[in-house]
């Protein structure tokens, strides 16, 4: 299981962590995305970055397999 200091790493748009990237609520508007779109948009580019190992892919976001495919099967993205 990651820290919540990694995830918001992978989150960050650079190498720097900014409080906006601590709060969900500030992402809202960041560039012009959701928080569904940006979600969706992070779990197929980590999808991608495990090979589509959905068990390694639900540890490095920090949540179970059973909640990654169910957010895969809402998103409907194809793995």
Same mark, same amino acid.
């Given at each position: 299981?990651?820290?919540?200091?990694?995830? #918001?790493?992978?989150?960050?748009?650079?190498?720097?962590?900014?409080?906006?990237? =601590?709060? =969900?609520?500030?992402?809202?508007?960041? !560039?012009?995305?959701? $928080?569904? /779109?940006m %979600?969706? %948009? /992070? $779990? $197929?580019?980590? =999808?991608?970055?495990?090979?589509?190992?959905?068990? %390694?892919?639900?540890? #490095?976001?920090?949540?179970?397999?059973?909640?990654?495919? !169910?957010? $895969?099967?809402?998103?409907?993205?194809?793995?």
């Open positions: 299981m990651i820290s919540v200091v990694e995830r #918001v790493a992978i989150l960050s748009d650079d190498c720097m962590i900014s409080p906006e990237d =601590l709060f =969900l609520e500030s992402r809202n508007t960041k !560039n012009g995305k959701n $928080i569904g /779109l %979600e969706k %948009e /992070l $779990i $197929i580019e980590v =999808l991608q970055s495990v090979e589509n190992d959905i068990f %390694e892919a639900a540890k #490095v976001l920090g949540m179970s397999k059973v909640a990654l495919k !169910n957010k $895969i099967k809402k998103y409907l993205i194809e793995v």
